[in-house]
């Protein structure tokens, strides 16, 4: 189990991060494709319009929060394998310590990487809804 883990943390929690990362990309362009040929005037109901609209923003929003902690849990367990390294050898050698440590931090980087474009993306997309539910309703009253 330990060798299991020690060999292949960074590949799964790496692989996790990109597996999000690719998702936030593929709804965040398939937003905005949606947004630029959106027929508001299509849309009866305004809730009609909104579900539209909003669909795979809880994609995006959840990849923005869960991306830290996906890193933070790499981070942890590769703390948790440097620990272990470390009880289960004879001698205590700062430097490879240290490259443990610095080697299970990357994992927390690349989950705030992956988080705060996610988040970016989302305000913007959620502000483009705002918008376009606005014209909607100008459209609305002005018929």
Excluded: C
């Excluded at 539209?52 to 996906?70: D, F, H, K």
């Excluded at 440097?82 to 299970?104: E, Y």
């Amino acid at each position: 189990m330990e060798f299991l883990l020690k060999t292949y943390l960074d590949y799964a929690i790496f692989g996790l991060l990109g597996l999000m990362s690719f998702l936030v990309v593929a709804y965040g362009v398939e937003r905005h494709l949606y947004y630029r040929r959106v027929d508001l005037g299509s849309f009866a109901h305004p809730e009609a319009l909104k579900i539209a609209l909003t669909a795979n923003l809880t994609t995006i929003a959840s990849v923005g929060s869960n991306a830290p902690y996906v890193g933070l849990l790499g981070t942890v367990l590769g703390i948790l394998v440097t620990f272990h390294d470390l009880g289960s050898g004879a001698t205590f050698d700062t430097r490879t310590v240290m490259l443990g440590l610095a080697l299970a931090l990357k994992a927390t980087a690349l989950g705030l990487v992956v988080a705060i474009p996610s988040i970016l993306l989302y305000n913007g997309l959620l502000r483009r809804v705002d918008e376009l539910t606005a014209r909607w309703q100008v459209m609305r009253e002005s018929s």
